[in-house]
Protein backbone atom coordinates (compact mmCIF):
# COMPACT_ATOMS: atom_id res chain seq x y z
CA UNK A 1 0.00 0.00 0.00
CA UNK A 2 1.28 3.18 -0.95
CA UNK A 3 1.74 6.74 0.75
CA UNK A 4 -1.41 7.99 -1.50
CA UNK A 5 -3.74 5.01 -1.19
CA UNK A 6 -3.16 5.64 2.41
CA UNK A 7 -3.87 9.23 2.50
CA UNK A 8 -6.73 8.77 0.06
CA UNK A 9 -8.15 6.07 2.88
CA UNK A 10 -7.68 8.47 5.54
CA UNK A 11 -9.54 11.17 4.08
CA UNK A 12 -12.34 9.32 3.06
CA UNK A 13 -13.17 8.10 6.36
CA UNK A 14 -12.63 11.65 7.62
CA UNK A 15 -15.23 12.79 5.30
CA UNK A 16 -17.18 9.95 6.18
CA UNK A 17 -17.03 10.68 9.96
CA UNK A 18 -17.88 14.66 9.25
CA UNK A 19 -20.64 13.88 7.17
CA UNK A 20 -22.16 12.10 9.57
CA UNK A 21 -25.21 14.07 11.85
CA UNK A 22 -23.93 15.48 15.08
CA UNK A 23 -26.27 13.40 16.62
CA UNK A 24 -25.87 9.77 15.26
CA UNK A 25 -21.92 10.42 15.79
CA UNK A 26 -22.70 11.64 19.24
CA UNK A 27 -24.68 7.95 19.84
CA UNK A 28 -22.33 6.05 17.88
CA UNK A 29 -19.38 6.93 20.84
CA UNK A 30 -21.43 6.42 23.60
CA UNK A 31 -22.44 2.78 22.69
CA UNK A 32 -18.65 1.97 22.16
CA UNK A 33 -18.38 3.36 25.73
CA UNK A 34 -20.71 1.38 27.23
CA UNK A 35 -19.25 -1.90 25.21
CA UNK A 36 -16.04 -0.79 26.63
CA UNK A 37 -14.54 -3.60 29.41
CA UNK A 38 -13.78 -1.85 32.52
CA UNK A 39 -9.72 -0.47 32.58
CA UNK A 40 -9.22 -3.17 35.61
CA UNK A 41 -10.18 -6.22 33.10
CA UNK A 42 -8.66 -5.01 30.37
CA UNK A 43 -5.47 -4.34 31.86
CA UNK A 44 -5.30 -7.35 34.26
CA UNK A 45 -7.65 -10.08 32.81
CA UNK A 46 -9.36 -11.82 35.39
CA UNK A 47 -7.01 -11.10 38.10
CA UNK A 48 -9.36 -8.24 39.66
CA UNK A 49 -12.94 -10.05 39.56
CA UNK A 50 -11.28 -13.15 41.31
CA UNK A 51 -9.29 -10.87 43.74
CA UNK A 52 -12.76 -8.88 44.61
CA UNK A 53 -14.79 -12.13 44.66
CA UNK A 54 -12.34 -13.63 47.22
CA UNK A 55 -12.96 -9.82 49.17
CA UNK A 56 -16.37 -10.24 48.89
CA UNK A 57 -16.43 -14.27 50.24
CA UNK A 58 -14.19 -13.53 53.07
CA UNK A 59 -16.20 -10.42 54.65
CA UNK A 60 -19.46 -12.50 54.19
CA UNK A 61 -17.72 -15.43 56.01
CA UNK A 62 -16.54 -12.68 59.10
CA UNK A 63 -20.55 -12.09 59.73
Known amino acids: ?3 QDLLK ?3 QEAVK ?5 KTQ ?3 ERVQ ?5 EP ?4 AFGVMPLA ?3 L ?3 MKERRR
Do not use: C, G, N, Y
Request: zero cysteines.
Open 51 to 53: VSM
Open 17 to 21: QIDKP
Open 55 to 57: KRR
Open 9 to 11: FAT
Open 25 to 27: RKA
Open 32 to 36: KKEMK
Open 1 to 3: MSF
Open 39 to 42: LSHW
